[in-house]
Each structure stands twice: as C-alpha cells, then as structure tokens.
C-alpha cells in the first residue's frame, strides 16, 4: 500500500464504518437545528431519521462548513504521525470549504516541509463525492503513489455523475433552487424535479417529470445515456437518500434490473445533515461514472 492517508468531509455521505473499513478519515461539517449547534458526524449524534423528522415538523437548519483552524488541526495530526495526505473536499461549487482547506494546507506544509499535502476540489457532492473518494482509495490500495492518485482524480472527476430528484420541493423553494410560485405550483400537480451536478459542481434542474414512478423511471434513463458503457456498465453505484428509503429502493431494484453487470450490491446511504439541510425530506440521489460532464 502506498504510505499516505485519504481523507474528506463528512458531506460525503457515506458512514462511518465504510469510512473506517476503506481507511478514509473524514472532518465534520456543522450544522443548526433551530439554534443549536451539532457536527455533522454520519448521524451519530443525531440519526437521519431524527432530523429529517424535525425538519418535516418546521425546525429551522442552517449548516457552515469546516473552518481554516479546523482544517489545521485536522491535517497537523494527520502529518504528524508521518503520513502525507490527500484531502477531497465538498464541491466549490456549494461550499468555500475548498478555499479553507487550501489555506490551512499551505499553513501547515509549512510546519511539515518533509511531508506532502495535496488537497483537491471533488466538484461533488453527497455520495457521488463518496465514489469519487472510494475510486481515490481503490487506487491507493493498488499500490499508486499519492500523485498518481492526485493526478488521476483531477483528471477524471467530471466522469462521476449525479442524478437527484425529489418528491417535496419545499426545501427547494427555501434555499431558492426553485421559486415559490414553481414550488407550489410543483407540489399540486405533483412534480418531482430532476436535477444533477454539472461540470462546476453546481447542482441544476434539468427535467420537470410530473409523478414518483416516471421520475425514477427518467433517472434510470439517464443513467443508460450518460454511465460508461450504457446497459454494459460495470462500475460502481451509489444511491443516497433523505427519510425516503423506500423510494431508494425501488431505484436500485430499477438498475439492477436493467444494469447487469454493475457491482453488486447498490450501497444506499442516507443523505447526511450537510446535503439533507438544503434539499429536506423525500430526495433521492444516484450516482455512478459515465461520460464527462460537460455543461
């Protein structure tokens, strides 16, 4: 194994025991629940469930990301203990955490001049940013060296794809993704928008689909456009979700239906509070390598 150690954020939205088992360590983002403040710890402190819950009874989120003397602390022990390190942050393109982490890396290297420290912007987000940091530790553990690892990642991160949607377009009014008079519109006539990560790493609405079952069918479609190989694809697939695992589900069993040859079995995750803050209740989210993402 190569000798330097993989981190992320905890926006990556897997848990903490895929965490330990791949050897990724992970830095917590904050997060509000009216007032009160709680780290965004993979649901240990509080389980998905418990806040989704309380976000569907009007509780009030509001998250901030990792701080520049976080980021030191986090990557002074890192070095200290003689590893280099790799760090993949929450996309730029919702978060300044890329900028914070950089400063505090180029303040500790200074401190650790025999060590290495790159730190790379994901341009993902929730567990598509985790497929990527999976795919990064996948290459590690073959034996790559960290700039091998560096290098392929900024190379081939817009290959990891994100489809969302969602079947309650609240939160997406708030945070002001969809406006009022849509939103409402939206949810009367029941539809589920559908959205994904584009080559900034901002998230977009792509498609209106009016009803649950034909937006899981469209992202299913999406998937056979856009994964590498189409219905031949054999990578990796990630689904994540928030409160609604029935409806991620019914999205995995869709791909491994159509999909035959993907590795086996779909991992479901739940959205952590860093993601599920801005998008509520009732969104799930799909994610796998195809072609480059290119608007």
């Known amino acids: 194994m190569s000798e330097f150690q993989l981190s992320c954020c905890s926006a990556a939205d897997l848990s903490d025991e895929y965490f330990k088992e791949r050897d990724i360590r992970y830095i917590c983002f904050h997060f509000e629940i009216d007032g009160e403040d709680f780290l965004d ?4 402190t509080i389980p998905p469930e418990e806040l989704f819950r309380r976000m569907d009874g009007g509780a009030m989120t509001r998250t901030s990301q990792v701080s520049i003397g976080e980021y030191e602390n986090f990557f002074r022990e890192i070095l200290a203990s003689g590893s280099d390190l790799l760090h993949v942050t929450l996309s730029s393109g919702l978060s300044g955490t890329y900028n914070a982490a950089k400063i505090a890396a180029e303040n500790v290297s200074e401190e650790y001049p025999e ?16 497929l990527l940091v999976d795919k990064l530790a996948d290459m590690r553990d073959e034996g790559l060296s960290i700039e091998e690892v560096f290098a392929w990642g900024q190379k081939n991160k817009l290959y990891d794809h994100h489809w969302f949607f969602s079947t309650d377009l609240t939160y997406y009014i708030r945070g ?46 999406k998937m056979a456009e856009h994964a590498e190989g189409g219905y031949e694809y054999d990578g990796k697939v990630f689904i994540s979700h928030s409160l609604c695992p ?50």
């Not at 710890?41 to 240990?44: A, C, K, L, N, V």
């Open 41 to 44: 710890d993979m649901g240990q």
């Open 115 to 130: 060590r290495k420290i790159c730190v790379m912007d994901s341009l993902a987000a929730s567990s598509g940013f985790g």
């Open 176 to 221: 002001g993704r969809v406006s009022k008079t849509a939103g409402t519109i939206g949810n009367v006539l029941n539809i589920c928008p559908l959205l994904n990560v584009d080559f900034e790493g901002h998230l977009i609405p792509r498609e209106k689909v009016r009803t649950k079952k034909r937006v899981i069918k469209r992202t299913v479609e």
């Open 246 to 295: 029935d409806d991620a589900k019914v999205l995995a069993d869709a791909i491994e239906e159509k999909f035959t040859k993907i590795v086996r079995p779909i991992r479901i995750f739940p959205i952590g509070a860093t993601i599920g803050s801005h998008t509520g209740p009732g969104t799930v989210a799909l994610f796998f390598w195809g072609d480059k993402r290119a608007d």
